[in-house]
């Protein structure tokens, strides 16, 4: 059930960003009042976005004590050691 929400977040995002994507480039191409303000807007949360999630994976994880995709690979080896160690 938790991989079923974490696969609609993801897939959220995913399309989330797309949109921005498209939205930053028909701004671009358009020229109407404000279009430089929108413009500036669109890519400063098509930047922002995916750092904001990297923050709350990262977050959720030390909240919950769970491995996430944030962790460094030097922190899951030495987990992979003390339990090992703790396992014998």
């Known amino acids: 059930m938790k991989s079923k929400s974490k696969q ?6 995913i ?11 028909v701004i671009a191409l358009l020229d109407f ?11 400063i949360a098509t930047i922002g976005l995916p750092i904001l ?17 944030t962790d460094s ?3 899951l080896s030495s987990k992979d050691t003390d339990s090992q160690a703790d396992n014998n």
């Open 73 to 75: 690979e030097q922190n």
């Open 15 to 25: 399309i989330l960003l797309v949109l921005l994507y498209v939205a930053t480039l």
């Open 8 to 13: 609609i977040a993801a897939i959220l995002c």
């Open 33 to 43: 009042p404000g279009s430089d303000k929108l413009f500036g807007a669109c890519i």
């Open 53 to 69: 999630l990297w923050i709350y994976i990262w977050l959720f994880g030390k909240v919950t004590g769970r491995h996430t995709i």
